[in-house]
């Protein structure tokens, strides 16, 4: 059964992205651009655009929505 359960568990940190896993929420604020939210969390500005699909125009973002960063 401890097996089974291993297995089990491996596969799901196979299937779902990781990021997804440990994303957390940013709510923008003014003078934020996505550049600057990935300094501030240390992660890639590829790895920010990629979480955020409901951005449309990653150089042009508005104060308040809220964001996912990948850490």
């Known amino acids: 059964m401890k097996q089974l359960m291993m297995i089990l568990f491996a596969l799901f940190l196979l299937l779902v992205p990781i990021q997804s896993i440990f ?26 655009i990629e ?10 973002i508005y104060p308040n929505p809220r964001g996912k960063n990948p850490y």
């Not at 979480?51 to 042009?60: A, G, H, K, S, Y």
Request: glycine share 6%; proline share 6%; aromatic share 6%.
């Open 23 to 48: 994303a957390a929420t940013h709510i923008v604020q003014p003078g934020d651009s996505l550049w600057k939210i990935s300094l501030q969390y240390k992660v890639g500005l590829s790895e920010i």
């Open 51 to 60: 979480v955020n699909e409901q951005i449309e125009n990653p150089d042009l």
